[in-house]
């Protein structure tokens, strides 16, 4: 089992930042990528981006790419997001989960989620 916690959401302006973190627990947290998701309302739940079990395999979706950071620290078991000049349009519900891949269905288990809001 893997056990997935979310933290670091919140209100910030457009051009700010914020640091997400997806603290996991369970035996096998460290033998799964990591991913992260966001959903709008109404909406399905969209890769962000994903890291490999050693942090030396990372992919992005396109439009975070020169403006978001994935990391891992394996002794802490922490993934993070680093969101970097944030646009009213990454406003969502973050999503981290244990899996592999961009499609919701690779992945075997998620956190709750937090939010992020960010204003115009």
């Known amino acids: 089992q893997v056990q997935l916690t979310e933290s670091g959401g919140g209100l910030v302006q457009a051009g700010g930042s914020l640091r997400l973190s997806c603290v996991g627990s369970?035996?096998?947290?460290?033998?799964?990528?990591v991913g992260w998701f966001r959903q709008f309302p109404g909406k399905e739940r969209e890769f962000v981006a994903q890291i490999s079990t050693t942090g030396g395999t990372i992919r992005y979706t396109p439009s975070v790419k020169d403006r978001f950071i994935i990391s891992r620290d394996i002794a802490q078991s922490t993934v993070y997001l680093e969101m970097n000049n944030l646009k009213p349009e990454d406003t969502a519900v973050y999503f981290c989960?244990?899996?592999?891949?961009?499609?919701?269905?690779?992945?075997?288990?998620w956190g709750q989620g937090t939010q992020v809001t960010v204003s115009s």
């Open positions: 369970g035996r096998l947290f460290k033998s799964y990528p």
């Open positions: 989960g244990a899996g592999l891949g961009q499609e919701i269905q690779g992945y075997d288990y």
